[in-house]
């Protein structure tokens, strides 16, 4: 045997038997190897084996294998077929938490999507159009907004925050809001513009 092949032939992994596996004393992993969800559910003794593995290439194809499924016959068979693999490789740990990592910023990124969309659409909707006090100019026969544009949440709106633009913010305190209620019984609020003058 040439140290070439003595390399290759101890590189190959190790297949143990049943025995085996029942004896290994580390932690034995179970990889799902076919494109169907396979669960474990059975009663051993006193004790309950209850694990699932998504089909193959999937975050939850491969777990940590309880050493008590060994003893299921339901998974024996599964293995004798090929359809799962039983390793003690520590690199399987490894393939475990990357694939596990890669599901996870997977799963954020859309989440952030739809947050994002969620957050967009709200925005939208939560938007009135005001025309700020001080600069504000409306167009009488249109309703239009030709000047002073204010763009407020209904949050603001709820509590007669004054609507003004960014060059006029400094003077909201010169305005003072009273709730007003029209016909129909809906309410809104009017500014009364405050002129203060320095006692003499």
Do not use: Y
């Amino acid at each position: 045997m040439t140290a070439a092949e003595d390399e290759v032939l101890t590189e190959a992994p190790k297949i143990m038997t049943l025995p085996q596996l029942r004896q290994f004393e580390g932690q034995l992993f179970i990889q799902n190897n076919t494109p169907m969800k396979i669960t474990f559910h059975e009663r051993l003794g006193d004790k309950w084996v209850d694990f699932e593995l998504d089909p193959a290439g999937e975050p939850d194809s491969i777990g940590f294998l309880p050493k008590l499924a060994l003893d299921m016959r339901g998974l024996q068979k599964l293995w004798m077929k090929g359809s799962v693999s039983i390793s003690d490789d520590p690199d399987m740990e490894d393939k475990i938490m990357l694939m596990n990592a890669a599901a996870v910023g997977a799963s954020e990124k859309r989440m952030r999507e739809i947050m994002g969309l969620q957050t967009e659409q709200a925005n939208i909707n939560d938007l009135e159009e005001k025309s700020c006090l001080v600069c504000g100019l409306v167009n009488r026969q249109t309703g239009v907004i030709e000047r002073g544009r204010v763009m407020q949440n209904r949050r603001q709106v709820k509590d007669g925050i004054a609507p003004l633009c960014p060059e006029h913010l400094d003077e909201a305190h010169k305005f003072v809001p009273r709730m007003v209620s029209n016909a129909q019984g809906d309410t809104h609020w009017e500014f009364d513009s405050v002129s203060l003058t320095p006692k003499q």
